[in-house]
RNA sequence: GGACCGAUAGCUCAGCUGGAUAGAGUACCUGACUACGAAUCAGGGGGUCGGGGGUUCGAAUCCUCCUCGGUCCGCCA
């Protein structure tokens, strides 16, 4: 029995999180400790009542050596009470030490509190991750909250490049993330089908048409002269024959339009899926022309007095070359938060790009999300202000809508950076990276940096086995699990998910086998603070440092045979131990899951 | 000219939305193999958190002004 059928175990029983049971976070139960106990205080008459306790909190302390966790409720409270922090903090520690958890409290610099818990609080840490498997750390945080994660919406134009990978990733482990903490969460996809672009892919299609038809042709600048067109040409040229061969655009534009997108937009599900994002719902922006949609959302700007005629200041500085003052149709983001107000009309009175977002973001806003997000690249940071704008304006505040751009991603190979060119038609694709490092390297590397920072992604470190590499080191530490449970099955000892979840954890009493348990400990919360930042990287990272615990351990073992995981003739101890490194494989397997990893079994 | 994002150990990066003596990895020294393998672990040295001012019990984190990189800037999306 594996850890990978336990939890698949567990997962048919217990098929989501059950907010009833749900508790589970270690950090939040001796807050209320500690709010309890500030409680009684002022019942005592040693506090005033009517404080506010919002920022009283309970964390690992940065230093282990100061304890299992923190307070600073005598720091904040000290001045609304009018008393010094360190006469709050004696009190308060008489209280908490009375806890059965708690085995020592300290006065520490300027009024913090430091605690020590009991073995038998980790031990019961163990035990819970066991009983929950993979609902251990989910949380109902998120209340069932609609949430609309907007991803990708990379132009059907071409295959996906490094730079959508990254934004792929990161909105698909965000959107994980979200669910695991109790979020409905929509993964959707803007296919911008309703500008110029498409008209320019039609025509390079055209042009494919023409060649696959034995003519002679040439790519002038403005279209894409990229290979994956050919067989789109030659399709087209298999169903229409010369039908369309020298007529004019008005005859064939249109349906080539069409079927080119349709074709690009295959070619990007494609892709998607070699990477194990697949979306909710793809959103076609030509859908809002000519229906009456854009007109609906400017109008209900229009009702709010949010639209009207103008000329824009010209811009200070740089200034455009054909740059004159011109009457526009202008949406008055000013009012919410932008620097200037934005056209919606161009002059021909066609829709400005700007106009058809505006319709989207209305729609998701009356589809009844409670909140969205849009993931985007860092070349669209001029547009979050605007787009911010026109949503707390449709949604008169009530719809928050976060947007993430992702930094751009630098390609190294062989100690030389690779570039990427969209026109030129030799960028970089994300097939390209899936197949020269495969789908889970690239995901977990990807989420090894904050999306607000640029991205070094080196082919051959990323391969890499050492610990340099998380990848390889938190997939380790998952692999020796798996060894271990193997070995207990030859060696006769039950290792299934019912004798380990009946083990004598009070067996775990070892210094470094309790410090993986208060790592274990930390797992709901990091979860918390990853949703509520709508920052998956966070989880990269603590999975790296809880297989470094665990790596610790293991080793620990060569110079301590009491700390192997298996002790001959030892059964109950035994399995205790194989409880730990269960429950070690079991927050892997839920973290990894949300990064959207496969844990492997062996290493290879 | 303006907007947005970065700047933390030699190098690559974390840092819990304001907490204690700022942490990992790498590299460099010193040690350790009976399990998934030394592909790992233990220990050591290494810092003006880009710079200046401010806010307060307390700042890498917040406000402000600079410096250097990146992205972008009315009829392209």
């Known amino acids: 029995m594996s850890c990978g059928e336990l939890t698949t175990h567990a997962r048919m029983i217990n098929p989501g999180p059950n907010p009833k049971d749900a508790v589970m976070n270690l950090f939040a139960d001796i807050r209320l400790l500690v709010l309890e106990s500030l409680d ?9 009542g009517g404080l506010a306790m919002a920022n009283v909190t309970v964390e690992p302390p940065r230093d282990a050596a100061h304890g299992d966790m923190a307070t600073n409720a005598a720091m904040v409270l000290a001045k609304p009470a009018g008393m010094k922090p360190r006469d709050i903090a004696a009190a308060l520690a008489d209280i908490l030490a009375a806890d059965p958890r708690v085995i020592s409290v300290e006065v520490a610099g300027p009024g913090f509190l430091n605690l ?99 003519q002679e042709v040439a790519f002038p600048d403005g279209t894409y002269p990229g290979d994956y067109l050919v067989p789109v040409g030659a ?22 339009r069409t079927y080119s997108t349709d074709a690009m937009m295959d070619l990007i599900r ?14 076609s922006e030509k859908s809002l022309y000519g229906t009456g949609r854009i007109e609906a959302a400017l109008a209900d700007l229009e009702n709010k007095g949010l639209i009207y005629e103008g000329v824009l200041e010209p811009p200070k500085g740089k200034m455009p070359d054909d740059w004159e003052p011109r009457e526009q149709t202008l949406f008055k983001s000013t009012a919410h938060g932008d620097d200037v107000d934005r056209p919606v009309k161009k002059s021909d009175g066609g829709w400005t790009y700007f106009a058809p977002d505006i319709a989207y973001h209305f729609d998701k806003i009356t589809r009844g999300f409670d909140a969205l997000i849009d993931v985007l690249g860092a070349d669209h ?92 080191y938190v997939q380790y530490a998952h692999a020796r699990v798996m060894s271990v449970l193997r070995r207990a099955a030859e060696a006769g000892i039950a290792a299934d998910a019912a004798a380990l979840k009946g083990a004598d954890l009070g067996l775990i009493t070892h210094e470094s086998e309790l410090t993986v348990a208060r790592k274990l400990a930390e797992w ?30 293991w080793n620990r073992g060569n110079d301590l045979p009491e700390l192997r995981f298996l002790q001959p003739d030892d059964v109950a101890t035994s399995q205790a131990k194989m409880a730990l490194a269960s429950a070690v494989c079991v927050v892997i397997s839920s973290g990894l899951g949300i990064l959207g990893v496969t844990p492997v079994q062996e290493m290879r």
């Open 270 to 283: 494609a892709d998607l899926a070699s990477l194990g994002v697949h979306m909710d719902v793809f959103f």
């Open 40 to 48: 009684a205080m002022v019942t005592k008459g040693a506090l005033p």
């Open 524 to 553: 709901p919360r990091l979860v918390e603070i990853a949703a509520r930042t709508n920052e998956p990287h966070r989880v990269a990272f603590y999975l790296y440092e809880l297989a470094g615990d665990f790596h610790a351990l």
């Open 381 to 472: 940071g001029g547009y979050v202000k605007r787009m911010k704008a026109a949503v707390s304006a449709l949604s008169d505040g009530a719809v928050p809508l976060d947007i993430k751009l992702t930094q751009l991603v630098k390609l190294w190979k062989d100690g030389q950076p690779f570039k990427m060119s969209k026109r030129a038609g030799t960028f970089v694709t994300l097939r390209d990276v899936i197949d020269l490092v495969g789908p889970d390297v690239t995901r977990f590397v990807m989420l090894t940096r904050k999306n607000d920072a640029s991205l070094d992604f080196d082919f051959d470190k990323v391969l890499e086995q050492s610990r340099d590499n998380p990848v390889f």
């Open 116 to 214: 020590r818990l009991a073995p038998a609080v980790w031990q019961g840490v163990l035990g819970q991750v066991l009983q929950s498997g993979p609902g251990y750390g989910r949380s109902d945080m998120g209340a069932g909250q609609k949430v609309n994660v907007e991803f990708v919406s990379a132009n059907p134009t071409g295959p996906l490049h490094v730079g959508h990978t990254r934004g792929a990733v990161f909105g698909d482990a965000l959107a994980s993330l979200l669910d695991y903490s109790g979020h409905d969460v929509t993964r959707e996809y803007y296919i911008n089908d309703g500008g110029a672009q498409v008209d320019v892919l039609a025509r390079s299609v055209y042009l494919r048409y023409l060649e696959a038809l034995g």
């Open 235 to 256: 399709a087209l040229a298999k169903e229409k024959g010369d039908a369309w061969v020298d007529q004019p655009e008005d005859v064939w534009l249109a349906e080539v």
